[in-house]
């Protein structure tokens, strides 16, 4: 099963915005395709925004929100992250942590600054925008190839990740 950390803007193009560049993703999270993996962090970052009022939420509204995305989530503890590259935006760099501690196979993101560390050797799991995770996503699909992923001292593809 492909394991999967989403940026808080996917997040709420998902359950906001309801951009079909991220349906398949929300499709595969309901159908249990996919596991989606958070923590504290990207959580309560999610609760801040969600108050945020270009969103035009209401406390109801919020609270509804973020209940059916943390009730989908498998939360993943805090704890040690391996090395990593710095993020440009602090805040963003929350994501890469979670990805790295969590053995996640992509991370989902719309932000520049993740998305430039997209290529960079090593990280264990790949950075896709959220089309582009869709379009891997879709039954089928056979074209993406599985995430690196980190054995005892040494980089392998994921056989976990066959989506």
């Known amino acids: ?27 595969a999270l309901a159908g249990g395709h996919v596991a989606c993996l958070a923590d504290t962090g990207t959580l309560d970052e999610l609760q801040r925004v969600l108050t945020y009022p270009q969103l035009n939420l209401t406390p109801e509204m919020a609270a509804n929100l973020y209940r059916r995305y943390s009730g989908l989530v498998h939360l993943v503890p805090n704890g040690e992250t391996p090395p990593l590259p710095r993020c440009e935006d602090r805040d963003d760099q929350k994501f890469l942590e979670l990805a790295a501690r969590a053995g996640a196979d992509w991370l989902v993101s719309k932000d520049s600054a993740l998305l430039k560390l997209r290529r960079r050797p090593n990280l264990g799991f790949r950075i896709l925008e959220p089309a582009d995770a869709s379009a891997l996503i879709q039954p089928g699909n056979r074209g993406w190839t599985p995430p690196l992923v980190r054995l005892g001292g040494c980089l392998a593809r994921s056989d976990n990740a066959a989506g």
Do not use: E, K, Q
């Open 1 to 27: 099963m492909l394991r999967l950390v989403l940026d808080t803007n996917v997040v709420l193009d998902l359950y906001h915005w309801a951009n079909s560049d991220a349906a398949p993703i929300m499709a």
